[in-house]
DNA sequence: TTTGTATCGGAATGATTGTTCCAAAAAAAA
DNA sequence: TTTTTTTTGGAACAATCATTCCGATACAAA
């Protein structure tokens, strides 16, 4: 009986997800929102609720992919630390060749909304430790395999590389300069060494 | 002749830049600054002509007691790496104590307002440089007093220190753990040896 | 004390904010 | 074709936005 919508959900989410990662939550109003996503104002709140909600959908749409690559990345067969190098030459890969230098949407939501919003500090609590944890068996992995010295501390390595990713998306809107970044990434991973 | 100003301009600022800081420019709003300032709608515009142009005085105001403080941080006749573990262990301590959670407003300009603003994008990128070539002059002094092995790249490496803070001054807002944080900086640190 | 000028308090501006509402349109089922 | 349900477009809402304006106030010089 109902008639059919006449956009795709997951689509939509997808421009608004691009958008506030661009922008930012507060920068972002809803008028860009009807204006970029190609639907009707009643039709964004009939489908997503809230500005609000429609935020908070559109950053979990963002960490769940952000999570599948993060898993595709890390290939069993190749060495622990070929496999981080890789991640941090995408993540460069990605500053470079995004013209609109969105950074990373989850160091753009920590800045913006924390302090201010406790809900989504709690779940950017989530994300650190579970990309902590991913790390540091990815770590203990090396340990076992060979690859990395038994002197490496597995938990405050993991941690290190954390926060040097999220500090390379930073600096990465600022000066995008792929030698400066490479350079820099090698330098680091060497803490695997 | 004219009526003497019945407020301290430079501690008005201050209190602009606390806000901005914490809440970021956006989020901030006119309305709030008059209220948190405790001066006139008037006077403020009177004094500093617009939001945009206030904010940018209480950022340059920033920048300008961060970099006094770098260099008070740098004793020549302390170890090199010392000093650095010294400005890595203070962003720390101001993480940990600071209950408002404000972070780095250097690092919070940076994912607010790039892209969007090409002014503040500039002079961010001379924030960077300024402080990559501080960082890097004070690596070579290491190695030209023997401290730091000559095998250290000192651009690299200045580099990949000024990432790491502005990384370390985003984690921080998440999880403001202070074991966890020095345990981190004393493995990244390791990259001077 | 008078005069001139800048500050002050607060109202008023027009634009934009997020959100709601409603009549019209459209599509699937009867 | 008729009925039913939902989407759609756009107007309308009150609240808030940055900014301006003005009469009243207050202070320093004359």
Chains 1, 2 share one sequence.
């Not at 691009?18 to 709140?45: C, K, P």
């Not at 963002?62 to 630390?81: A, C, D, I």
């Amino acid at each position: 009986m109902p008639r059919t919508k006449q956009f795709d959900e997951k689509e939509v989410l997808n421009k608004a997800m691009e958008l506030f990662w661009e922008r930012g939550f507060h920068a972002t109003s809803m008028q860009d929102l009807v204006t970029h996503l190609g639907i009707n104002r009643a039709s964004l709140y009939d489908t997503f609720g809230s500005k609000d909600a429609l935020f908070e959908q559109a950053f979990a749409l963002y960490r769940s992919t952000g999570r599948q690559m993060l898993h595709r990345f890390f290939v069993e067969k190749h060495p622990v630390k070929d496999n981080f190098k890789k991640l941090l030459d995408v993540a460069i890969d990605e500053a470079i060749n995004d013209p609109a230098k969105k950074g990373c949407f989850v160091v753009n939501v920590t800045t913006e909304m924390v302090p201010g919003n406790d809900r989504l500090h709690q779940v950017l609590l989530e994300n650190k430790h579970y990309v902590e944890t991913f790390f540091r068996e990815q770590i203990q992995k090396g340990i076992a395999k060979g690859e990395i010295g038994n002197h490496v501390n597995p938990n405050s390595t993991a941690e290190a590389i954390f926060t040097f990713y999220s500090g390379l998306r930073v600096v990465a809107k600022v000066e995008p300069d792929v030698e400066k970044l490479q350079k820099m990434v090698r330098v680091v991973l060497s803490i695997l060494d």
